[in-house]
Nanobody, 119 residues
Framework: QVQLEESGGGLVQTGGSLRLSCAAS????????MGWYRQAPGKQRELVAA???????SYADSVKGRFTISRDIAKNTLFLRMSSLKPEDTAVYYC?????????????WGQGTQVTVSS
């Protein structure tokens, strides 16, 4: 069973930066997409950044130009570099790996890491 573990969250002031990491317990085959989601109190979980198997990336409009998703294949680790942070970026951030099966997709999730941006 694949396990994902996020780290790197914390408290930062407006305008600051953080880098989140998501380490997988093993190499994951047939990955279709890797991504970072976030969920703020009282809001739905939203996809903020995605990295597709072909290398393309996608970002939510609210984070474009400020967040960068990347990965280290050798270390089975996914990253999210966040800069120019705003109070509205405060949320629990989750990493997600979607694996393509023969007929379905399987999603793996980390436990989440809290990011708090103070004004």
């Amino acid at each position: 069973q694949v396990q994902l573990e996020e780290s790197g969250g914390g408290l930062v002031q407006t305008g600051g930066s953080l880098r989140l990491s998501c380490a997988a317990s093993q190499y994951i085959f047939s990955v279709d997409r890797m991504g970072w989601y976030r969920q703020a109190p009282g809001k739905q979980r939203e996809l903020v950044a995605a990295l597709f198997s072909g290398g393309a990336t996608s970002y939510a409009d609210s984070v474009k130009g400020r967040f960068t998703i990347s990965r280290d294949i050798a270390k089975n680790t996914l990253f999210l570099r966040m800069s120019s942070l705003k109070p509205e970026d405060t949320a629990v951030y989750y990493c997600n790996v979607q694996v393509r099966g023969s007929t379905t997709f399987t999603d793996y999730w980390g436990q989440g890491t809290q990011v708090t941006v103070s004004s």
